[in-house]
């Protein structure tokens, strides 16, 4: 018997999701954040009332249904609640932290490994904060790593090929894992002329059918093959540039080796390699990374990083989710090989992770990462809180995400629908629109879209220019400057760690707004 199976994953999972479940204990009635409530709650929503796999209270974007089919499940059994939703994900983000465990297991076949590999990997800021949040990429990550357990435990093709079939029916960008070991693969099988890499390559291939399978449905019921138009031209068509692709690849090369303190565990693995392997207990070198798995390792994370730096419009670091917990294995194995206390270099990586969790880079990153989307939450709470309790039916110019949390009662913010004048962000071109005649908001919900690090650190502005061409970076102006221009006056302000939201009243809508020049239409938000 091997040892992978002496531990198996289900004895270690009530622990995982346990420890998952009580960490995460403080953010477990938090309402919804940015794409929960503007995406995903409102689609498994949508199918919990009425069995549409197709979003009708939102703008579809053709998202495979699994994650609507797993919540609803949930609201079913258990109710309606961000607390029964964030505790469903945190049975997910278990399963995955399970399916880490057993990679790291059958990688290094040593136990301490594989704890300090599942540790690190809970830990870490960007794992950590998507293990509560019922986003499509910790489904899609859980059943990735599944896939890749089964695929690495002596070849079981066909259960790797069920998970991976439910990784693409929970989001769509996971089909780019099985192709990339088809594409190792079949390398493989040229390189050795034998049939049989070729024979798993077609098996692993197998999952592209239920995406086509869904597409084509997507396609009969909508008239639209990926979700809309605009979708389509914001994550796909509009990306296809040479110098977007290698601006994108730097940015997510730096995801996936600096981000979060990931650079501490990356630098100390590196200053490893320049080490002499240690001997184990027979006096021979510790057991190396295995060739094979490293190397269809490798191809994973090359073929994801190349392509999510075409496809997607933002890029988020959550769609590198079943990532991390390889290159945190690669950097734990490296010191277990090369190092006797190598215990004191997964703690000191275990710091740096905690403290990125509360302590927020000096740079642009998005607030999902780590816990500042805490911080965001509270902000907006807090400011509809007052809006509700002094301007109770009175009309908010605002910009989503809080357009639909002052709409939809079902996102936790609001007990009945807010009328609202939605913005696309608090710009001077969205400000500008905000300021044409006929609009009748008497208050205003002006919160910070973009992250910008306090002090303006240098950071704050590198590569702005770029950024606003091709990520769609903006600066929001301040809450005096927009109530100075629309004609109002600032009633409330909160800031939190770079982050902020203010409420503006505005006493005369119509007549003491600053009539700005050439107003355009804003531009529909993209998810």
Same mark, same amino acid.
């Given at each position: 018997?091997?040892?992978?199976?002496?531990?198996?994953?289900?004895?270690?999972?009530?622990?995982?999701?346990?420890?998952?479940?009580?960490?995460?204990?403080?953010?477990?009635?938090?309402?919804?954040?940015?794409?929960?409530?503007?995406?995903?709650?409102?689609?498994?929503?949508?199918?919990?009332?009425?069995?549409?796999?197709?979003?009708?209270?939102?703008?579809?974007?053709?998202?495979?249904?699994?994650?609507?089919?797993?919540?609803?499940?949930?609201?079913?059994?258990?109710?309606?609640?961000?607390?029964?939703?964030?505790?469903?994900?945190?049975?997910?983000?278990?399963?995955?932290?399970?399916?880490?465990?057993?990679?790291?297991?059958?990688?290094?076949?040593?136990?301490?490994?594989?704890?300090?590999?599942?540790?690190?990997?809970?830990?870490?800021?960007?794992?950590?904060?998507?293990?509560?949040?019922?986003?499509?990429?910790?489904?899609?990550?859980?059943?990735?790593?599944?896939?890749?357990?089964?695929?690495?435990?002596?070849?079981?093709?066909?259960?790797?090929?069920?998970?991976?079939?439910?990784?693409?029916?929970?989001?769509?960008?996971?089909?780019?894992?099985?192709?990339?070991?088809?594409?190792?693969?079949?390398?493989?099988?040229?390189?050795?002329?034998?049939?049989?890499?070729?024979?798993?390559?077609?098996?692993?291939?197998?999952?592209?059918?239920?995406?086509?399978?869904?597409?084509?449905?997507?396609?009969?019921?909508?008239?639209?093959?990926?979700?809309?138009?605009?979708?389509?031209?914001?994550?796909?068509?509009?990306?296809?540039?040479?110098?977007?692709?290698?601006?994108?690849?730097?940015?997510?090369?730096?995801?996936?080796?600096?981000?979060?303190?990931?650079?501490?565990?990356?630098?100390?693995?590196?200053?490893?390699?320049?080490?002499?392997?240690?001997?184990?207990?027979?006096?021979?070198?510790?057991?190396?990374?295995?060739?094979?798995?490293?190397?269809?390792?490798?191809?994973?994370?090359?073929?994801?990083?190349?392509?999510?730096?075409?496809?997607?419009?933002?890029?988020?670091?959550?769609?590198?989710?079943?990532?991390?917990?390889?290159?945190?294995?690669?950097?734990?194995?490296?010191?277990?090989?090369?190092?006797?206390?190598?215990?004191?270099?997964?703690?000191?990586?275990?710091?740096?992770?905690?403290?990125?969790?509360?302590?927020?880079?000096?740079?642009?990153?998005?607030?999902?990462?780590?816990?500042?989307?805490?911080?965001?939450?509270?902000?907006?709470?807090?400011?509809?809180?007052?809006?509700?309790?002094?301007?109770?039916?009175?009309?908010?110019?605002?910009?989503?995400?809080?357009?639909?949390?002052?709409?939809?009662?079902?996102?936790?913010?609001?007990?009945?629908?807010?009328?609202?004048?939605?913005?696309?962000?608090?710009?001077?071109?969205?400000?500008?629109?905000?300021?044409?005649?006929?609009?009748?908001?008497?208050? *205003?919900?002006?919160?910070?879209?973009?992250?910008?690090?306090?002090?303006?650190?240098?950071? *704050?502005?590198?590569?702005?220019?770029?950024?606003?061409?091709?990520?769609?970076?903006?600066?929001?102006?301040?809450?005096?400057?927009?109530?100075?221009?629309?004609?109002?006056?600032?009633?409330?302000?909160?800031?939190?760690? *770079?982050?902020?939201?203010?409420?503006?009243?505005?006493?005369?809508?119509?007549?003491?707004?600053?009539?700005?020049?050439?107003?355009?239409?804003?531009?529909?938000?993209?998810?």
């Amino acid at each position: 018997m091997s040892l992978s199976n002496r531990i198996p994953a289900w004895a270690v999972f009530p622990l995982i999701f346990a420890a998952v479940w009580i960490a995460h204990w403080p953010l477990l009635r938090l309402p919804y954040y940015w794409d929960e409530a503007g995406y995903y709650i409102p689609a498994a929503f949508d199918f919990f009332r009425s069995g549409s796999l197709i979003p009708y209270s939102t703008l579809s974007n053709a998202h495979p249904p699994l994650p609507s089919i797993y919540l609803a499940v949930f609201w079913k059994l258990f109710g309606f609640s961000p607390f029964v939703t964030r505790t469903a994900v945190c049975v997910v983000a278990a399963l995955a932290l399970a399916a880490v465990w057993r990679i790291a297991l059958t990688v290094s076949r040593s136990a301490s490994v594989a704890l300090a590999t599942l540790v690190l990997t809970a830990i870490y800021p960007v794992f950590f904060a998507q293990s509560s949040l019922a986003q499509a990429d910790i489904f899609a990550a859980a059943a990735t790593l599944w896939s890749l357990a089964f695929f690495l435990d002596e070849h079981r093709l066909w259960p790797a090929v069920l998970c991976f079939s439910l990784a693409v029916l929970s989001k769509e960008t996971a089909i780019v894992t099985p192709l990339a070991l088809v594409a190792w693969l079949l390398y493989r099988a040229l390189r050795t002329r034998s049939w049989q890499p070729a024979r798993a390559a077609a098996l692993l291939s197998m999952p592209a059918l239920p995406l086509i399978l869904w597409y084509a449905w997507y396609w009969h019921r909508t008239g639209f093959l990926f979700g809309n138009p605009q979708y389509l031209r914001y994550n796909a068509t509009s990306t296809l540039s040479a110098l977007r692709f290698l601006i994108a690849l730097w940015h997510r090369v730096n995801q996936l080796t600096l981000h979060m303190d990931l650079f501490v565990p990356v630098l100390l693995a590196l200053a490893c390699l320049m080490l002499d392997p240690l001997s184990g207990s027979s006096n021979s070198p510790r057991p190396p990374f295995p060739r094979e798995h490293r190397n269809a390792f490798l191809a994973i994370i090359l073929a994801n990083l190349a392509f999510l730096s075409v496809i997607g419009g933002a890029l988020l670091t959550r769609y590198m989710l079943p990532l991390y917990p390889l290159v945190i294995l690669f950097c734990v194995t490296a010191f277990h090989r090369r190092v006797r206390r190598w215990h004191w270099l997964v703690a000191f990586s275990a710091i740096a992770f905690i403290a990125a969790l509360f302590i927020n880079p000096p740079y642009r990153f998005a607030p999902e990462d780590n816990l500042a989307y805490s911080d965001f939450i509270y902000l907006q709470q807090n400011a509809i809180a007052q809006i509700t309790a002094r301007y109770p039916g009175e009309t908010v110019l605002t910009a989503w995400p809080a357009s639909d949390e002052l709409t939809k009662p079902e996102l936790g913010y609001v007990s009945h629908p807010v009328p609202v004048t939605s913005i696309d962000n608090f710009s001077y071109s969205q400000i500008q629109w905000a300021a044409q005649p006929g609009e009748r908001y008497t208050v *205003g919900l002006i919160f910070s879209s973009k992250y910008s690090p306090p002090h303006g650190l240098l950071f *704050g502005r590198f590569n702005q220019k770029m950024d606003s061409r091709y990520f769609g970076f903006h600066y929001d102006l301040p809450p005096a400057l927009i109530a100075r221009l629309l004609g109002g006056h600032v009633v409330w302000q909160e800031q939190r760690k *770079g982050l902020w939201a203010a409420v503006i009243h505005f006493d005369r809508p119509e007549e003491a707004r600053l009539r700005l020049p050439s107003p355009t239409p804003p531009p529909a938000s993209h998810l």
